[in-house]
């Protein structure tokens, strides 16, 4: 029997990977779930199946409480890169919590440890164009989140052991159903009425990963996961091997809710300029005044909506036998639909 730990499974790519292990419907598969908020997904109908644990990775006694007796785990939890101005939020939960994760699988004899990390630990500001696993990390990294997702996946795979066999996954941009930020941010802007405006040229190159693909390089890492076997150490680009222009992603998604589609270009070094202005001001004021969500509009993602991101995951098709099953057109067909019946008054949670 296997019994898989999923660590942010009450989060968008948690609940997803949860999907994607009930519906194998194996009976020797059981799930285990750990989350800072209580799971309450598939538990009425499911319940057999599933054993939930409410706690934080910062806290080893909670994570190896949920460890017990487990075969896989799937580290999904991070801390929101919308607050990627929080250092300490960011190491703590990305850093802390992770060693507390490789702490507790060594301590309760967890043979596998599959780690989802970021495309972004190998993002320095400049252009990633055909970027592979040889691409090394940045000396200086954009945020706090991109290098506290650096050093808890080096952790990762430097815990790689003859009883611990480790391996990490860096998707590219994940959307889908349930979606938490990019398309929500997308339907806020469009209810105020900016969805016109577009930073740049319009020509960023970008990889977006459909969340049913991620799931899916999951379970393939954990079914080939062993150790001394050739991906045990590694760590993998996940994409859907197909590179869209970010704006003209965007501008579907926009279409397909509803919303006008970005025309008006905005020049990026305006933008960076305005962006620096605001983030000036809000420093001043930050004795004062704090706004109540992260702002949105900084230098950082001026830059980061500016800067192709070409990056290839061949190596992932070939050591795991990956590749998307669904398409980006099926992809963002299926998100369009689900956000057809978005309820603002329940829009989904921010945190993972």
Known sequence: MRRCLVTGGSGFLGRHLIDGLLSKKDPDVQIAVFDIRPYEHHVTA??????????TITKLGDVLQACRDIDVVFHCATANPLDNHNEALMWSVNIEGTKNII?????????????????????????????????PY??????????????????????????????SLRPSSIFGERDPAYVPSLIESGKKGKTKYMIGNGKTKWEFTYVGNVVDACLRAADNLE????????????????TFLFWEHASIILEGLGYPKPSVRLPMALCFVLAAILEFFLLLLSPFYKPKKPPVFTRQKVKLLTTDRVISCEKAKRDL?????????????????????YDSSAKPSKKE
């Open 46 to 55: 499911q319940g057999e199946n599933i054993e939930c644990f409410t706690g």
């Open 103 to 135: 702490e507790a699988c060594k301590q309760c004899n967890v043979s596998k440890l599959v780690y989802v990390s970021s495309a972004s630990v190998v993002y320095d500001g400049s252009p990633m164009l055909n970027v592979d696993e040889t691409q």
């Open 138 to 167: 940045p000396s200086r990294f954009t945020d706090f989140y991109s290098m506290t997702k650096a050093k808890a996946e080096q952790a990762v795979l430097e815990a790689n052991r003859n009883t611990l066999a480790t391996c």
């Open 227 to 242: 150790p001394g076997s050739p991906i045990a150490g590694n760590a993998y680009f996940i994409t859907n091997d197909e």
């Open 321 to 341: 036998g990956y590749k998307p099953s669904v398409s980006m057109q099926e992809g963002t067909m299926r998100t369009i639909d689900y956000f057809r019946n």
